[in-house]
């Protein structure tokens, strides 16, 4: 193929590795491009035509382009923000330097200090003295921990690829190494209504909790959300067009409380199911999320955690960078660089075009300031990944972002979340009585909520144990939502404390108060004479003797990322989703609130994938290599990590929208698309047509795209973006 072919759409990987979160993502943005496509072809076109100009994927020849330039030798690109996306993106660049020659020269501006490289991969080390061993004194105060799902994949790839895998030994595993990470523990403690019990099988009657009825008192709680959701999770496999069309009409303008109450379920059954389930305001999300999460999660697969804490991903994939394709030798990230502004301006052509030798003309390029800096940076394409929360506090104004990416910036539900971390003398909790031992979680509707038994130190007691016996970390508690907020109330919000401080001695108080509680068994059967308050009073004067330390941390007091994840709320996904994932292919978006699978590291690595292909379409016409690495793309020929497309980008008979003619055949004439019943997927497909369209407001300067204002040329190019077919064959 000669690089004066454009980039069209080509045969794709089957439609199996869809998931849920996939499906809805690929739903929700084609949606918004049909409403825009239709718009457009119905102002330019004659009818005949237009009825072929369908968000349709067609197999056939990619496009001659005569306006094709290879011009561009080097790309000058920044990165904004060292996490999970950041640092994927430079790593997918790296590849694409070696196999494409994309000759990419990046650098990643991170607001925060060298050690908090990662973003939300935090982990905390407590300070110990010179003759204690340090290996497990830390929690991790982000991401900690991966389920061996499908939907996973490509974070379990990138860990295989910068060199995390199982420990060689593993009684005695290295930094970096992955571990078994025990959801559900032995003897793990329960307490609502001031009962303990360390039973899994639980109900409301199990804590005597009032007001419900007898037979919601009598059910798990589990299986109560179950049945309730059961329709939507048994029609997804059966019937993929009504699941579709009914979770858009019917269920995602409603929040979870709201479902519920339509359901049957009165308000004394939500409260109690959100308080046992989750906590307070957990249920103002969109009940979408949750079926969606039902159908792509089984929490019965194994689980990994990170030796030496989730950083360490972070640490790995920094260590992995390859210094050719620094714009700074040696120096990747910059380190303390908080981005005030971004916007668009006009450079001169990069290489001559008049016949005396004269550069002509003018480029556009991203000009990013940085706090305390006197020049701007000038880049060709800006990643930025910074979380939304953070992105609003930057001027945008340059950019001329449209009204649905200004109002997804700064509406699009982001997650409370505190966690606060104890060193104690010993790993208490797994001797007697507690015997703790297989790690777990800990709940209770007392404010500390979650009590996580770290998976890393469960052996860190054993007899041979050369440094037994000494101190010891437990994530003491872990909110959400409003519960986290009021834990937040308790903190310091100085970001560079190192430990605990004086002001944080009511928030220490109350973590020993819970735990010790939450630690004492309100009954003894064989003790007819205990007293739990009595019991209580030990349990908590041991507690405090065995307290060295604690270290909390409020994710919305972090300016920097201002939200621990992406929290969709009722309909949002449906309808934000799109925008913030559009890009003319010089600002893009990308970080886990960009993806598919917001709060997880998969959807940060997605969206990092998703927005170096938009770039490289973007910048096809004028460059061969990215040409041809856009190529490899829509043939599915990068391998894992770096490809393949989110699978949301891609085609499937399962996620139509109005307007589709269900058929392709193996060649893309008119007849061929009017008589097969057929639809082939098309990879990348939705990726470009978010680059073109929004390529094309821009160039209007409006702020949404104006159908009176598109040319022909226009519906061209969106032709070609979106199905690969031919102006000959559309007009034959």
């Given amino acids: 193929m000669s690089p004066t072919e454009f980039p069209g759409s080509l045969k794709a990987p089957t439609g199996e590795r869809l998931t849920g979160h996939s499906q809805w993502a690929a739903l929700a943005i084609r949606k918004v491009l049909a409403s825009i496509e239709n718009e457009a072809k119905n102002e330019v076109l004659a009818t005949e035509k237009a009825d072929l100009l369908h968000l349709m994927p067609v197999r056939g020849s990619l496009q001659q382009d005569d306006d094709f330039k290879d011009e561009i030798k080097e790309f000058n690109i920044g990165i904004i923000g060292a996490g999970a996306a950041g640092l994927f993106t430079a790593m997918i660049l790296d590849y694409l330097n070696k196999n494409y020659n994309l000759n990419a020269k990046y650098e990643i501006l991170e607001a925060n200090d060298e050690d908090r490289l990662g973003g939300r991969l935090y982990t905390y080390f407590f300070n110990v003295k010179d003759n204690e061993e340090r290996k497990h004194q830390y929690f991790d105060v982000g991401a900690m921990r991966f389920p061996e799902i499908k939907t996973m994949d490509r974070t379990f790839q990138l860990l295989d690829k910068v060199g995390m895998k199982a420990p060689v030994n593993p009684k005695d595993p290295q930094p970096g190494d992955l571990i078994t990470y025990y959801m559900a523990g032995k003897n793990c403690p329960k307490l609502y209504n001031g009962v303990q019990t360390i039973d899994t099988n639980i109900t409301a009657k199990t804590f005597g909790i009032t007001g419900l009825s007898e037979t919601i008192a009598a059910t798990n709680p589990d299986e109560l959300i179950a049945e309730k959701i059961s329709y939507w999770v048994k029609l997804y496999p059966k019937d993929p ?161 449209d009204w649905d990416v200004k109002r997804a910036i700064r509406n699009l539900g982001y997650g409370a979340s505190c966690k606060v971390g104890i060193r104690f003398k010993t790993l208490w909790w797994l001797k007697e009585p507690y015997n703790i031992t297989e790690g777990g979680v800990a709940k209770t509707d007392l404010p500390i909520r979650t009590c996580v038994y770290p998976s890393y130190n469960v052996h860190d007691d054993d007899p041979d144990r050369e440094h037994r016996n000494e101190p010891g970390v437990l994530l003491a508690s872990y909110t959400w939502s409003q519960e986290a907020n009021r834990i937040g109330a308790l903190i310091d919000r100085a970001t560079d404390k190192t430990s605990s401080t004086e002001d944080e001695e009511e928030l220490k108080e109350l973590l020993l108060h819970d735990l010790a509680r939450l630690h004492t068994p309100t009954s003894d059967p064989k003790n007819p004479f205990y007293d739990p308050n009595d019991a209580y009073q030990k349990t908590y004067a041991f507690l405090a003797d065995q307290y060295l330390d604690h270290y909390a941390w409020d994710w919305y007091a972090d300016r920097h990322a201002v939200g621990a994840f992406a929290y969709f709320g009722p309909g949002q996904f449906q309808h934000m989703y799109p925008a913030v994932t559009k890009t003319d292919g010089k600002h893009v978006i990308i970080g886990e609130a960009a993806s598919a699978h917001h709060a997880w590291v998969v959807g940060a690595l997605e969206s990092a994938v998703r927005g170096v292909y938009q770039f490289l379409f973007k910048h096809s016409k004028r460059s061969t290599a990215a040409h041809k690495a856009t190529e490899a793309y829509n043939n599915d020929k990068i391998p894992g990590p770096f490809g393949p497309l989110p699978y949301e980008y891609d085609r499937t008979k399962e996620v139509l929208v109005p307007g589709d003619l269900p058929c392709v055949g193996e060649g893309n004439r008119p007849e061929d698309i009017k008589n097969s019943g057929h639809l082939p997927p098309a990879v990348g497909e939705i990726a470009r047509a978010q680059v073109v369209f929004e390529s094309a407001r821009l160039r209007q300067g409006t702020e949404i795209l104006d159908p009176a204002k598109i040319t022909e040329d226009d519906v061209v190019a969106f032709t070609r973006a979106l199905e690969g077919l031919s102006v000959e064959d559309i007009a034959a």
């Fill in 241 to 401: 067009a009504l699941f579709w069309e009914g979770l858009t009409s019917e269920v995602d303008q409603f929040s979870v409380r709201q479902y519920l109450t339509n359901k049957g379920f009165d308000y004394n059954t939500i409260e109690y199911l959100e308080t046992i389930e989750s906590g307070n305001r957990w249920y103002d999300q969109g009940v979408s999320e949750m079926i969606l999460e039902s159908i792509d999660f089984d929490h019965d697969k194994p689980w990994k955690c990170v030796e030496g804490g989730a950083q360490q991903i972070a640490k790995h994939m920094l260590a992995n960078l390859n210094p050719e394709s620094f714009l700074n030798p040696d120096r990747p990230v910059l380190f303390k660089k908080s981005v005030k502004a971004i916007s668009y301006v006009q450079v001169p052509e990069e290489k001559p075009h008049g016949h005396d030798g004269t550069k002509c003309g003018s480029r556009y390029r991203v000009q990013v300031n940085v706090r305390g800096e006197d020049a701007p940076r000038t880049y060709h394409t800006v990643f930025n990944s910074a979380p939304l929360g953070a992105m609003q506090h930057m001027q945008l104004e340059g950019l001329n972002l």
